[in-house]
């Protein structure tokens, strides 16, 4: 029988330590020819932390880090924290008002960055931002530490940085790392954005030692874990950076999402878990060079962030043999909340996600009232636990709409409960829209345009109609060879789910926008389909 998780006594530094302490020259992060043991990652994170406390970094105050996936992702983490700063992951795919109002309004000091990544001119950027207004513009900025050869002007690089740390003695080190404790804010991480304005949810010291304990319970030091996605997203964080430096395992480093060199780094360092989106699975078993790829250390396939088909998720069964499909769901509030019982069936899998951690009691609720509905009726869910934010920085307001007086958190997903306590995903409250006076959870629908043989994948949204106020518009992508039309489509609904939830409109397309962390951007699905029809957004 699993023991029942409680908040940890300790810190985040203390712990890691203890990790490494149990085997120095394990691997702790391969990047192609770059690898590092724990016992180096453990010394490169000291001197980042004694450069920190030599630029004035005070316990609590924010440092913002801007990098792609890399060993240093790792080092600036533990550097942070270990001085009981507070670490502020950004978005690598920011442009400039987006990078503007997360430096300004996470109110950092310090701001670890690139010189330029994915085509993006993080230099140019921040320089635009300062020539606007000056200091004014960040106000409580004080430096920029860029990784690579060439610095931000007035800036420093990384190397330069961790040089500048040497005059701090120990005993000052010692004594900052003694002072932080569990309740000491440790993280901010940025929600995606993608239904309204970024906010960044609180995290403690506790919190993110807890969400490591929790994963590393599923993993050994043996393991060599891939993330697909980018590690300032709270999937990648939880999974590329936070549970395997807790479990003693090796990060294995993917800079950017590419189904090919994904399936290369699976062969050559004997991946044995590997976590992503639906999406990417789905890209890397296209490759004509995926049946001669060696699979076979693969023991977990984790998917997350969207919906996945059983077709699908079977498929990914065939094609990774050995390996123990799963999947969760989890958010920046919580950094994790449920995940898949061993021994799922891909009608689980695809239709359900898993059940909540056991931390963490939720509640499902009508919405407007915030009454308990009975099991299997779609609600709200609401959780309360030892992992839920204690609230998003600098947003009162924000924070009162999201988490009520009792603690709980609203977290704008709708979900039915099942007989065996799974959580079925119904839609987002945000997504659902309102057609004659009915409701329509577009995820609902998804799932059900999932099963038909045909489809890919499908996507739907609300456009305004002049009868009805909103009607759905579904962006449908074909499996190769199909030839299914929109109205087939339609017949294929008909009957099967009630008449208000077919939708009027589909638009077949293999193009779908995506925020980087690989979920559907629905707003801009939804102001194309406006453009498409000729409507205008409401």
């Avoid at 409701?439 to 002049?466: C, K, M, S, T």
């Amino acid at each position: 029988m699993s023991t029942v998780m409680t908040r940890p006594t300790q810190t985040v530094w203390p712990h890691f330590c203890e990790v490494v302490q149990r085997d120095p020259e394990a691997p702790a992060a391969i990047d192609g020819e770059d690898r590092w043991t724990y016992r180096h990652l453990s010394e490169r994170s000291t001197s980042l932390a004694r450069a920190l406390l030599a630029h004035g970094v005070r316990r609590g105050e924010h440092v913002a880090a801007l990098l792609r996936n890399c060993p240093e992702w790792l080092a600036v983490q533990l550097a942070v924290m270990q001085v009981g700063a507070v670490l502020v992951p950004v978005n690598t795919r920011y442009k400039v008002e987006e990078l503007a109002y997360c430096l300004r309004q996470s109110d950092s000091v310090l701001f670890f960055t690139m010189p330029e990544f994915v085509g993006i001119n993080y230099h140019a950027m921040l320089g635009e931002i300062i020539s606007r207004v000056g200091d004014a513009a960040l106000p409580k900025l004080r430096q920029v530490v860029s990784l690579g050869h060439e610095p931000f002007p007035g800036g420093m690089t990384l190397a330069a940085f961790e040089g500048s740390g040497q005059g701090v003695s120990a005993s000052h080190l010692e004594a900052r790392r003694a002072a932080v404790t569990p309740d000491d804010l440790a993280l901010i991480i940025y929600t995606s954005g993608t239904t309204g304005v970024a906010k960044g949810a609180m995290h403690d010291q506790g919190q993110v030692l807890l969400s490591a304990l929790r994963l590393s319970r599923t993993l050994a030091p043996t393991d060599r874990i891939l993330v697909l996605g980018p590690y300032f997203h709270i999937m990648g964080f939880s999974y590329g950076v936070n549970g395997p430096l807790h479990a003693g395992a090796a990060t294995v480093v993917l800079a950017t999402f590419n189904a090919q060199r994904a399936l290369e780094i699976i062969e050559r360092e004997g991946v044995t878990m590997v976590s992503g989106t639906p999406t990417m699975y789905q890209m890397m078993m296209a490759r004509p060079e995926f049946a001669r790829r060696d699979r076979s250390t693969l023991r977990v396939v984790y998917f997350g962030g969207a919906p996945a088909t059983p077709a699908l998720i079977e498929e990914i069964m065939r094609q990774f043999p050995g390996a123990r499909v799963s999947t969760g769901f989890g958010m920046s509030e919580t950094m994790g909340a449920s995940a898949a019982l061993p021994g799922d069936t891909p009608e689980q899998l695809a239709t359900t996600l898993g059940v909540l951690h056991d931390y963490l009691e939720g509640r499902i609720v009508e919405p407007q009232t915030g009454e308990d509905v009975p099991p299997g009726v779609s609600g709200e869910l609401w959780l309360r636990g030892l992992n839920v934010t204690r609230g998003y920085y600098n947003l009162p307001e924000e924070t009162a709409r999201a988490i009520t007086p009792d603690g709980w958190l609203r977290t704008g997903d709708l979900f039915a409960q099942e007989p065996d306590s799974h959580l079925r995903m119904t839609g987002r409250l945000k997504e659902m829209y309102i057609r004659g006076g009915s409701n329509v959870y577009p995820a609902e629908v998804e799932n059900f345009l999932h099963r038909h043989p045909d489809i890919e994948q499908v996507w739907l949204v609300g456009v305004p109609d002049d009868l009805y106020g909103e009607v759905g518009m579904a962006f449908v992508e074909l499996r190769p060879g199909a030839d299914l039309t929109a109205e087939s489509l339609k017949a294929y609904c008909k009957g099967r789910i009630a008449g208000y939830k077919i939708p009027r409109y589909v638009h077949f397309t293999d193009q779908f926008p995506l925020t980087a962390s690989g979920k559907v951007r629905k707003q801009e699905l939804r102001q194309e389909g406006c453009r498409l029809l000729g409507l205008k957004l409401r």
